[in-house]
């Protein structure tokens, strides 16, 4: 259990559904959005748009507001970066995860993003790069080490197996990539890909088409949750929000935000910047596409099955998938 004092800085955060849809009659909460874009993908896409534009809406309005009291600071991040704080602290938080690593060409433009986000901060922890993650599908988060050895136990190599090696035969696609932020930490979010400049027919065996686009991230992310359902498990994610995100750094100090100017700076930095994603990753209409702007779940390695005290990317591997 977290110390009673110690205030976490996602209880601090609302992680609320902005795309308009309601899950909370569903027992697989992703089917919910599937069936209300009527398992279209484009719509799917649009939605997944609207969540994110949303919040980054949102969340200026906060951070901008007179009202502004100060970010959110990870009071766990802090003492583990910083151990005079409390000398001998550790994370108590254990958890069991299927994350998404991202490729070399994700990984490469995720370290451009950092490098020009400490130009304005340069107090902001920044993910390392080999600790980059997008969360398929969080089974539970916050317990302790011998439980959550019951849920691996429980749901068993085969069931692992398939998890992990499950992107090699269903790959989403996802494109678009953009900045999110809010008081707590920036991530790199993407949508889910609808048959952007992709050809109609396959020519080669390894040629996407749009038909291959129609198995969305959001399809993954809610096949998972079947599998592992399947087994018993109760699927305990702290949030099921339409969101593919990979969070790139947290904020640990007030001072890179500490007047109403530097925070203006810091939200102008961030738009400029996904202005310039937009203009130099996200497919063009009439333009050549721009393969190191998109991710197809599964290149390099498969999913990885990891448990531990991982919040900021650590934790050991269980089982990790094959990758392509």
Not at 108 to 127: C, G, R
Request: charged share 25%.
């Amino acid at each position: 259990m977290a110390p009673p004092l110690l205030e976490l800085a996602d209880s601090q955060n609302k992680f609320e559904d902005l795309s308009g849809v309601n899950s909370s009659a569903y027992s697989n909460p992703y089917d919910a959005l599937i069936e209300a874009c009527e398992d279209n993908p484009t719509k799917l896409q649009a939605r997944y748009s609207t969540h994110r534009s949303s919040r980054n809406a949102q969340q200026k309005a906060k951070l901008l507001s007179p009202d502004f009291s100060g970010l959110i600071l990870d009071p766990i991040l802090q003492r583990l970066m910083i151990p005079s704080i409390e000398p001998g602290f550790k994370d108590f938080r254990h958890c069991l995860v299927f994350w998404a690593r991202p490729p070399a060409h994700i990984r490469s433009l995720v370290n451009k993003l950092q490098q020009e986000s400490l130009k304005l901060a340069p107090n902001l922890w920044l993910m390392p790069l080999q600790n980059l993650h997008l969360t398929a599908l969080e089974l539970t988060h916050s317990l302790t080490q011998p439980e959550i050895d019951a849920i691996i136990s429980h749901l068993g190599n085969s069931t692992a197996e398939a998890m992990t090696d499950y992107t090699y035969s269903h790959r989403a696609r996802l494109i678009k990539p953009m900045i999110s932020y809010d008081g707590a930490a920036l991530a790199l979010s993407f949508l889910p890909a609808a048959g952007e400049l992709l050809p109609c027919e396959k020519s080669e065996p390894e040629v996407r088409t749009q038909e291959d686009d129609r198995f969305t991230y959001h399809h993954l992310r809610r096949d998972l949750f079947n599998i592992a359902s399947k087994t018993g498990v109760s699927v305990d994610s702290r949030y099921v929000v339409p969101s593919s995100h990979i969070t790139i750094g947290r904020f640990l100090t007030q001072d890179d935000h500490d007047t109403p100017e530097k925070m203006v700076n810091w939200i102008k930095k961030i738009e400029q910047l996904n202005a310039w994603l937009e203009e130099e990753y996200w497919p063009k209409e009439n333009g050549k596409r721009r393969e190191d702007g998109e991710w197809i779940v599964g290149q390099e390695k498969g999913l990885d099955f990891r448990e531990g005290t991982l919040w900021y990317g650590g934790g050991n591997t269980i089982r990790i998938g094959k990758g392509f």
